[in-house]
């Protein structure tokens, strides 16, 4: 079963890696990194580089296929044919197509989220709602055939219900134990919906700085301003 990780210059590691991940331990899987040319892709962490194995012409009908977000980048390949049609031919025949924070934009983009809910990074949610899909604040979002996952982390959590889906409730048990992913995160601030006014509004700024300059303006009185 090859399961397609798709790449493109500014990806957001963890996107991809975690996906990767819990479906590298799926039975029968065959992983692999495609990205329009074949070689090192940098990700939006300049330090992350990750090697796609093969180009997009080479990998004409995965049967997963997994789009990662982007802090800025994934908002220049919105009119990019190559990789929205490749995106298309291949989605005609894969078992699931899913997408990672902002990956679910380039699923938009492609015409894949034509009247389907979908989810993204908060901070992306007004954007998608742009292409005419139905945003829903959700942390994983699964419509059959097109499954979407929230900002970054939520991944994991995606690519578990991949396999609870191909394999049952037990082997993605059996995965989930296997990496030992059991979440007891210090605070509950991983929302928009649960982290104060101040942070939210602090969190956006930190990013617009990083380059993604698709972020609306948020301001909180008082609010710091942490490295996101």
Known sequence: MQVAFL?????????????????????????????ER???????SPRCTIIAQ????????????????SLTS??????????????RRVHEQARLTTSVCTGSLLLAAAGLLDGLPAT???????????????????RVVDTGRIITAAGVSSGIDMALRVVQRIHGD????????GIEYDPDPPFDSGS???APPAIVAAVSASLARRGAAWIPAMTAPGSATPEA
Do not use: C
């Open 192 to 194: 928009k919906e649960n």
């Open 74 to 87: 994934f908002h220049d390949l919105f009119q990019h044919e190559p990789l929205l049609d490749w995106l």
């Open 7 to 35: 790449l493109y210059d500014g990806f957001t590691p963890l996107d991809a890696i975690g996906p990767f991940q819990v479906l590298a331990s799926m039975p029968a899987a065959e992983p692999v990194f495609v990205a």
């Open 170 to 177: 037990d082997v993605a048990r059996a995965v989930q134990l």
């Open 120 to 138: 993204t990074h908060w901070l992306a949610r007004d954007l998608l709602a742009t292409f005419g899909t139905t945003v829903v604040p959700e």
């Open 54 to 69: 093969l180009s997009l012409d080479q990998v004409a009908a995965p049967e997963i296929v997994v789009v990662p977000g």
């Open 38 to 44: 074949a070689g090192p892709i940098t990700s939006d």
